[in-house]
């Protein structure tokens, strides 16, 4: 199991907060998902995470997938 923190840029509200949050959490082998829009992070628990993967479930969210933090 990991922990990874990454920087989405975009994100302003509630809805956008359940967009990435539901996109994210249905990639294969995430287990938790929560974000901080405040500082617009996006930390994502699970087995064997891959950075492609978070990056293409945020685009499909509408936002942007800066890098990890």
């Known amino acids: 199991m990991e922990t ?5 840029t975009g994100m302003t509200c509630g809805h956008c907060e359940k967009a990435v949050t539901e996109e994210v959490a249905a990639i294969p082998g ?3 998902v929560r974000v901080d829009l405040p500082t ?3 930390i994502v ?3 064997t995470l891959a950075d492609d993967a978070v990056r293409a ?3 499909e969210a509408g ?5 990890r933090v």
């Open 4 to 8: 990874v923190t990454y920087k989405v």
């Open 30 to 32: 995430v287990t938790e």
């Open 40 to 42: 617009g992070h996006v």
């Open 45 to 47: 628990t699970g087995e």
């Open 57 to 59: 479930a945020v685009d």
């Open 63 to 67: 936002y942007e997938l800066a890098g």
